[in-house]
């Protein structure tokens, strides 16, 4: 058997795994890795500008297809421009594999030029990593790392390879299949559990289901559907879950918590049962956590163990995967109606509709409104972190999972754009929006190279309020208006610098203006970017304040 | 409440990395450790005692089991076990006070293991409860110097 060299292995387990794009940037240490990448062109290199950038890219492509994404950087500086990407992935369970060169192993540890002890720096942001010192353990360890990162709770595995091991040889083949005595997750559910959760449902009156991100990775959106519309089960999501249940279902609640509505809220909060099924009972989620669903009995379904009961107290823990725990309940509920707490519901709803103060002038709601609108509804949005994220959330209707891409649990501003470039190379056939703040765009702008270089068509809507505008509201309503460091003068006109990367720039002042641009990106084949120029002190509405319980809804409008 | 808690490792370098990575990022607390290789060279196991109240502990012991080299975790604290730790300690021992302390290391059945003339080096071996009692009629003598292994622990194989 011809030897290969591990920079050969590498890229052979890439094909073996069925990666067609990768996101990278190169440097020494990684030189023999792209050196086999040059004679291999059915893995596709996407070059970005920054290696922040090519982890966020990753990210977005797995979010968007369900597949593992993969980034590729030197060591060093390489390796720790990956941390905030890796941590943003780790925080959303995005099943990532990150490849970082590293010295050769003899110059460990000497503080040579460009070491960083990645592994070391990212044990808590990983859901594992490895540094390889033997390159006959390098192709099991590969196996492992993709097994890893997709299985069970996903996340991101990074490996470390030295230069020399890139360069040294073996006959160690790539393993078919792959067992780890010390990680076996769970799929099932206990059984028992199962029969205790179902009687509870038959006997609630007023239950909620309270959906989070794990529906999304299980790809059990189906079965969550009929879950709900057999029992009869309004269904509340979490910023994660967007897209988990179709929004324009009668059943759905939108979002729940900090930003959510209140009619999802209330519902929480009246609930005699909720049924969490893959969340996690975030701070943003359940506001004063003494307060939270104070009359609910709780059935908590998670893959991850350690996500049960670590925060609110459960009743009945399921652990496993949604999509095949919640069929085996539902074969055991009995279907009730739950007449008169759907016209509860109905009263709320129709009482406190999500709503802003559309009075002529240009609100960020009103540009998301007319995203969804003339895109029907059916486009991928990725967000960046703050308002604009909150407002693509709440006036976005989500009615397929991978649609809503965004940086829940770190909340990585710069996050949006690359994941939004990641997520049109997974799925080139649909329309991929980035709605985005001034604030949050200019933290990867420099990626408008690499949307121009390969003619990626993400179209980028600022929503350009001048102003770190989240921070501004809560420097606004708790701190008295002093706007301490929020306000943005400085920045580059949007349109010109879009242009200058040979991107198209327009620019869109007033409210008659957002319909045409929208059309005019719409119909360009290659990317764009729009700066709206929105309402500098538009708000975030309803909102619960930190540590408020959820009732306790701020509310602009009143 | 102190919890003695015992984890079966794969015997790889960065373990311990791994472990203290994660006691530190969710904030909870170790008070002794100890570490070796098993009748399996594959396999380390390290037992720990760990404060916490219960829900504490819970979060400790699947935090644990999820990381990836981690093959097991037992919660030994309400189980029947056997529980050793080693302690050597050098305490004053001037003209009669030796003859007390030697009294006392028949008594504990601990060992002289260095001599000096104004000290003595005790080596113990034992179960908390003996540790600690000799500790305490020590400490009149002036205790110099003390370091201990942290507890082992294993679970008695037979449970009756």
């Known amino acids: 058997m011809k030897k290969r060299t591990g920079a050969e292995i590498v890229v052979e387990a890439l094909i073996k795994e069925g990666i067609k794009v990768i996101f990278g940037y190169p440097g020494g240490a990684v030189i023999p890795i792209y050196d086999v990448l040059y004679d291999t062109p059915q893995i596709r290199h996407i070059l970005t500008r920054h290696e922040q950038a090519a982890a966020h890219a990753a990210d977005g492509y797995a979010r968007a297809t369900g597949k593992v994404g993969v980034c590729l950087a030197t060591s060093g500086p390489g390796a720790t421009n990956l941390v905030t990407g890796l941590a943003t992935a780790y925080m959303d369970s995005v099943p990532l594999v990150a490849f970082t060169g590293q010295v050769p192993t003899s110059m460990i540890g000497n503080d040579s030029f460009q070491e960083a002890n990645i592994t070391g720096i990212t044990y808590s942001i990983t859901k594992h990593n490895y540094l390889v010192k033997d390159i006959d353990e390098l192709p099991r360890i590969l196996k492992e790392a993709f097994y890893i990162a997709s299985t069970g709770r996903p996340g991101p595995v990074?490996?470390?390879?030295?230069?020399?091991?890139?360069?040294?040889?073996?006959?160690?083949?790539?393993?078919?299949?792959?067992?780890?005595?010390s990680y076996r997750p769970h799929y099932e559910g206990n059984p028992k559990q199962i029969k205790l959760a179902a009687n509870i449902i038959d006997k609630s009156e007023s239950p909620v289901i309270y959906a989070g991100g794990g529906i999304i990775s299980s790809g059990a959106s189906k079965e969550l559907y009929e879950f709900a519309?057999?029992?009869?089960?309004?269904?509340?999501?979490?910023?994660?879950?967007?897209?988990?249940?179709?929004?324009?279902?009668?059943?759905?609640?939108?979002?729940?918590?900090?930003?959510?509505?209140?009619?999802?809220?209330?519902?929480?909060?009246?609930?005699?049962?909720?049924?969490a099924v893959g969340a996690r009972f975030d701070d943003r989620v359940t506001g004063d956590v003494s307060e939270f669903a104070p009359r609910a009995k709780i059935i908590h379904i998670d893959i991850d163990p350690t996500a049960i009961s670590k925060s609110v107290r459960v009743d009945i823990?399921?652990?496993?995967?949604?999509?095949?725990?919640?069929?085996?309940?539902?074969?055991?509920?009995?279907?009730?109606?739950?007449?008169?707490?759907?016209?509860?519901?109905a009263r709320w709803k129709e009482k406190y509709p999500l709503k802003y103060n559309n009075d002529g002038k240009l609100k960020p709601q009103f540009v998301v409104e007319k995203i969804y609108e003339l895109t029907k509804g059916k486009a991928i949005i990725a967000t960046e972190v703050g308002q604009n994220q909150m407002w693509a959330a709440q006036f976005y209707r989500y009615t397929r999972p991978r649609s809503f891409i965004s940086s829940g649990g770190l909340g990585t501003m710069g996050y949006?754009?690359?994941?939004?470039?990641?997520?049109?190379?997974?799925?080139?056939?649909?329309?991929?929006?980035?709605?985005?703040?001034?604030?949050?765009?200019?933290?990867?702008?420099?990626?408008?190279?690499?949307?121009?270089?390969?003619n990626i068509p993400?179209?980028?809507?600022?929503?350009?309020?001048?102003?770190?505008?989240?921070?501004?509201?809560?420097?606004?309503?708790?701190?008295?208006?002093?706007?301490?460091?929020?306000?943005?003068?400085?920045?580059p006109d949007f349109v010109s610098i879009a242009r200058s990367y040979g991107v198209k720039g327009i620019r869109v002042e007033k409210c008659e203006q957002v319909e045409p641009a929208l059309k005019e990106a719409l119909s360009t084949p290659g990317p764009v970017v729009i700066d709206f120029r929105v309402e500098p002190e538009e708000n975030v509405y309803p909102m619960v304040p930190a540590g408020a319980a959820l009732t306790?809804?701020?509310d602009g409008l009143a | 409440m102190k919890h003695l808690i015992s984890v079966e490792v794969e015997n790889r370098f960065g373990i311990l990395a791994r472990i203290a990575s994660l006691f530190s990022a969710r904030g909870f607390n170790i008070d002794s450790l100890a570490v070796g290789e098993t009748e399996d060279p594959t396999v380390s196991r390290i037992t720990m005692v760990v404060p916490g109240d219960d829900q504490v502990i819970e979060q400790v012991i699947k935090q644990l089991r999820k990381?990836?080299?981690?093959?097991?975790?037992?919660?030994?604290?309400?189980?029947?076990?056997v529980t050793r730790e080693l302690v050597l300690v050098r305490v004053s021992a001037r003209g009669r006070e030796r003859d007390e302390v030697m009294r006392l290391v028949d008594i504990f059945r601990a060992r002289i293991v260095d001599v000096h003339p104004e000290s003595l080096t005790l080596e113990v071996t034992g179960d908390e409860e003996k540790i600690e009692g000799l500790l305490t009629l020590?400490?009149?003598?002036?205790?110099?110097?003390?370091?201990?292994?942290?507890?082992?622990?294993?679970?008695?194989e037979y449970k009756g």
């Open chain 1, 416 to 454: 949006g754009f690359p994941a939004s470039i990641g997520a049109q190379l997974g799925r080139p056939d649909e329309v991929v929006f980035d709605i985005a703040g001034d604030g949050s765009f200019q933290m990867n702008i420099q990626e408008l190279a690499t949307v121009a270089r390969y």
């Open chain 2, 138 to 156: 020590l400490r009149p003598f002036g205790i110099k110097k003390l370091v201990r292994t942290g507890k082992v622990a294993l679970a008695r």
């Open chain 1, 317 to 345: 823990p399921i652990v496993g995967d949604a999509k095949e725990i919640l069929p085996r309940i539902n074969a055991l509920t009995k279907g009730k109606k739950r007449e008169a707490w759907h016209r509860k519901i």
């Open chain 1, 229 to 275: 519309h057999h029992n009869n089960i309004p269904v509340t999501t979490t910023l994660m879950g967007l897209g988990a249940f179709p929004e324009d279902d009668p059943l759905s609640l939108k979002m729940l918590g900090m930003h959510g509505t209140r009619y999802a809220n209330y519902a929480i909060t009246e609930a005699d049962l909720i049924i």
């Open chain 1, 552 to 554: 306790e809804m701020l």
């Open chain 1, 458 to 491: 993400v179209k980028v809507a600022i929503l350009n309020n001048g102003y770190l505008g989240m921070v501004r509201q809560w420097q606004e309503l708790f701190y008295n208006r002093r706007y301490s460091q929020v306000e943005l003068s400085g920045s």
């Open chain 1, 158 to 181: 990074l490996v470390d390879l030295p230069k020399d091991i890139q360069n040294s040889k073996t006959d160690a083949v790539y393993p078919k299949e792959i067992s780890i005595r």
């Open chain 2, 67 to 81: 990381l990836i080299d981690v093959i097991k975790v037992v919660d030994l604290t309400n189980q029947p076990t």
